[in-house]
């Protein structure tokens, strides 16, 4: 076993009070007695890593790396890899997709092997990979959007969750036909303030020339040229800082061509000496809200604004054409006065003088909500032991990635966290990236939690010395080999990296006829038809 | 007369499982190559010092021009990339250790400031090697790769509201 730093356990890493001592005293002398009982490497050490996105490769990449003898089958829904770095990274953000080129690379080790088009715990049952695997990477993501709960949401026109509409224009086939109507209306309403808000108001407000080069769906290009929305208001529930857009994509919207914002009022702002007191990636944020766009209202075709304190009620459709969509009301929100400029402040409803709550009408035609995404658990987890937190949307875990139940379970092994409390390890079962810690954060977010995850599993390896999620005699270690035969009956019919590749140049061909980098297939029969 | 490296310059390492392996196919899709710089003429040396995440230090003589994204990554130190090195993620962050030879560097643009508030453990000199480019005037610094890790908080294990 090659590890490249001398390992030091990382839950022993954790700061120890003074509390926790007797604790990691009896954790690295439990670490004495298993080291003794070394082990065989010349087997292969078999993962399962369920999801094809960032998470799933970077943990890939860093288990490859450090456990030699490891071989990672990586399984994927859809005949293709990548998750969201293809289908939801924004098409005019090019530069953020080249992590898939690091992808790329580690696809190419022989200790990898990709199965797409197969459906772990659809048309595949999870609880056939157990007997052939050593250890299962949980990295399939956030596969739902939140919602708001509120009256109308569920309109069949004018009314769209930003995660199918993203989807939609970045060619991922569950939403191929999802055919948002933009004709409705000059106004669209996006409820939400992070990152995913501000991809779906760039879109929306950027010349469609400029999109036609980057790799958007043609349908979506289509649409979006006769598209009539010409005002976009991105509304959050709380204040400028409590939003949780970064600054990169404010400026590129505050930057879009012939696209005016309106001023954010300066009694929203924090005054100039609480500013200057601010974190530096809030103080930048909140100087570049202040300062707004230099683009003259009186020349620009499109506008857009950043709408604050207003909690949507209820949708609202025209008297004259039911159909078609004429405003939304919103309840206006206050900030707790005794702290309005913190990151977590919370928020009032706002009465007025009458004792009314203070309510508003905003014009929207085209809605859509962002208020982020949802784990799911994935059918069959159970059959493992697995549990899910259905109020996080995540798999519980140890914060390095190994999955825990609750100590009463006869499962595992105990240990007790930072706080006190204690868990109980699932041996050889693990989670990375959003299934992890919660649909949050940028790609160098994931990577450094995917790298932590695989370190946790190279440890436990180092460890146990690889029979982790089997004991060594009932392991039949052969991975994906042992899968084939089951899957195959049961009507799968997987992708190989090799038939990826082939998908990807009829994929660039297409592009290029249309002086695009790519235009994807949008329906899972056109990838396999080219193979 | 060039400075004597306390360290010589490892030679090019590949990833273990390169070294173990052939890779069966050369993808059509091959990226960018990552970490191409270029060999320093003799006289014109420039030199420049990695810490790296266990305190280890290396000192390379490279050429002007060379960024510090593609340096580290030549030299298979470990610093990720993930974005090709087109300033648009912040996994090259470097934290230049003396504040005067940061002052001496360009001020970085509001791009790249844009990416490093999204850093792990920025500090008042941190940078993205990225965008870096080694010049004369840069001769005998020395970065720190920070630690990507943290520390775990009782919070983590808290159910967030």
């Known amino acids: 076993m090659s590890l490249r730093t001398p390992y030091v356990c990382a839950r022993c890493t954790v700061r ?12 690295f002398r439990s670490q004495r007695r298993n080291v003794s009982q070394t082990v ?5 050490f078999r993962v399962a890593i369920v ?3 960032p998470a799933g490769f970077y943990a890939a990449y860093r288990l490859l790396g450090k456990v030699e003898n490891a071989v990672v089958d990586m ?3 859809l005949p293709v890899p990548f998750g969201l770095a293809r289908y939801g990274v924004a098409p005019d953000h090019p530069e953020v997709k080249n992590c898939e080129d690091k992808f790329t690379e580690v696809a190419a080790s022989p200790r990898f092997n990709f199965i797409g088009n197969v459906e772990l715990g659809g048309t595949l049952p999870l609880r056939l990979l157990k007997p052939h695997y050593d250890a299962i990477l949980f990295a399939y993501g956030a596969p739902k959007d939140k919602r708001l709960g509120i009256q109308g949401e569920d309109a069949l026109r004018s009314v769209y969750s930003a995660r199918e509409f993203v989807g939609w224009y970045n060619g991922l086939p569950e939403h191929r036909d999802l055919n948002p109507d933009l004709t409705a209306g000059e106004d669209a309403v996006i409820i939400g303030q992070g990152n995913v808000a501000l991809d779906v108001a760039r879109i929306l407000l950027s010349d469609v020339d400029r999109l036609r080069q980057t790799d958007i769906a043609d349908y979506a290009l289509e649409a979006l040229s006769s598209s009539k929305i010409n005002r976009v208001r991105v509304v959050g529930r709380r204040g400028p800082l409590q939003a949780s857009f970064t600054i990169k994509e404010v400026r590129e919207l505050l930057q879009l061509p012939s696209v005016s914002f309106d001023p954010i009022p300066r009694d929203l702002l924090p005054p100039d000496d609480v500013v200057s007191a601010l974190p530096r990636a809030q103080k930048r944020l909140i100087q570049l809200l202040a300062k707004g766009s230099n683009n003259d209202p009186s020349t620009a075709t499109k506008s857009w604004s950043l709408d604050f304190l207003l909690s949507p009620e209820c949708l609202n459709w025209s008297p004259v054409f039911p159909h078609r969509l004429s405003h939304v009301r919103f309840a206006r929100n206050e900030l707790d006065p005794a702290d309005p400029f913190s990151a977590s402040a919370k928020v009032t409803p706002k009465y007025l003088s009458s004792g009314k709550p203070a309510k508003v009408n905003i014009p929207a035609n085209t809605f859509f909500r962002s208020v982020g995404y949802k784990g799911l658990p994935l059918p069959g987890l159970e059959d493992l032991g697995v549990p899910f937190d259905e109020s996080r949307g995540v798999i519980p875990n140890d914060g390095f990635g ?5 100590p009463s379970s006869e499962a595992g092994s105990r240990d007790i966290l930072p706080d006190g409390s204690l868990i109980s390890h699932l041996p050889g079962l693990y989670c990375a990236g959003w299934v992890k810690r919660g649909p949050t954060g940028v790609i160098a977010t994931t990577m450094t939690d995917a790298f932590s995850t695989a370190d946790a599993i190279a440890a436990d390896v180092a460890q146990s010395g690889g029979a982790l999620l089997n004991p060594s005699n009932e392991r039949t270690g052969l991975g994906w080999d042992g899968v084939r035969a089951e899957a195959e009956r049961l009507g799968v019919r997987a992708t190989s990296w090799e038939d990826w590749e082939r998908i990807d140049r009829a994929e660039r061909e297409r592009g290029s006829q249309r002086n695009k980098p790519r235009e994807k297939f949008g329906r899972v029969e056109q990838m396999l038809g080219v193979l | 007369m060039p400075v004597t490296a306390r360290k010589t310059a490892r030679p090019r390492k590949q990833p273990v499982w390169k070294q173990v392996d052939t890779p069966r196919s050369l993808s059509a899709t091959t990226g960018m190559q990552h970490g191409h710089i270029t060999p320093p003429k003799p006289g014109e040396e420039i030199n420049v010092s990695f810490i790296d995440k266990d305190g280890e230090k290396w000192d390379f003589q490279v050429s ?9 990554q030549a030299n298979d130190l470990e610093m990720e990339g993930a974005c090709g090195g087109s300033c648009a993620c912040s996994t090259c962050h470097v934290i230049v250790e003396d504040p005067d030879m940061f002052d001496k560097m360009e001020e970085p643009s509001d791009d790249e400031n844009d990416m490093l508030d999204l850093a792990f453990g920025l500090t008042e000199t941190s940078r993205l090697g990225c965008q870096v480019l080694m010049s004369k005037e840069l001769d005998g610094m020395v970065v720190r790769l920070p630690s990507m890790t943290r520390n775990l908080q009782a919070s983590d294990f808290q159910a967030k509201k």
Not at chain 1, 40 to 44: G, V
Not at chain 2, 64 to 72: P, T
């Open chain 1, 75 to 77: 399984y994927e829904k």
């Open chain 1, 16 to 27: 120890a009070s003074r509390s926790l001592r007797p604790v990691i005293l009896s954790h």
């Open chain 1, 40 to 44: 065989q490497t010349d087997r292969p």
């Open chain 1, 402 to 406: 190994r999955v825990t139940v609750p």
């Open chain 2, 64 to 72: 002007e021009g060379d960024n510090l994204l593609d340096i580290a």
């Open chain 1, 51 to 53: 999801g094809s996105g």
